[in-house]
């Protein structure tokens, strides 16, 4: 495994497969390692094994499926680019889903592409993100983060629910526009990870909102320009 890692620093790309479906590691691993550039150096099939080997493995790219027996990829390629910033996460799915594919932005997945993607566009995905290019359409990116911002517009009145903040709470707003992760934030605040995660259900509730990706946009709205920076999104 330590000479396949060496390889990856150079030249070759290291993959870290997550998926549930042994047939979809196993047909995912026989197409990528075909390729002489690409070695899979690790598995795993559900959210606790991902966290544990990931870091250990130090891959280049992480194909991530968005539906794990214990949580999802979303919250895998949130905690493994804490811990490896550069790591580039390309999200598989088997739905087309504006939803997932905002918390997979958020989470700041480099790519996102369906199970019924043909074999050679899956290996040309792989390659782009490993070279620090993104897979995501920004025009598709843009749209879905302005309707949100207009649904959430629409839902209710905005400055009584963010009064009603206590200030540590508005710091832990703050830090989810940005995108960091409970533990991040526990490191900023210096706060255990258990006391972020009561913080953010709270705030949640009290700004009337049941994901985490909508409190976030409204720290973003609140910090940015009105269309400054959102096309990076």
Known sequence: MST???????DTISVFLVDDHEVVRRGVRDLLEAEPDIVVTGEANTVGQA?????ALRPRVAILDVRLPDGDGITVCRE??????????LMLTSFDDDEALLDAIMA??????LKRVKGADL??????????QSMLDPTTTTRLMRELREHREDAEPEEGAMASLSPREKD???????????RQIGGQLFLSERTVKSLVSSLLRKLGVERRIQAAVLARQRQSPPEGHKGHL
Do not use: K
């Open 123 to 132: 290996v040309t995905a792989v390659r782009t993100v490993a070279a620090g």
């Open 108 to 113: 700041g997945a480099a790519g996102y592409v």
């Open 51 to 55: 966290l544990a080997r990931g870091p």
């Open 80 to 89: 493994l680019r804490s811990l490896m910033p550069d790591l580039a996460c």
């Open 172 to 182: 832990v707003l703050a830090l989810i526009g940005e995108g960091l992760t409970n």
């Open 4 to 10: 396949e890692q060496n390889a990856a620093s150079n």
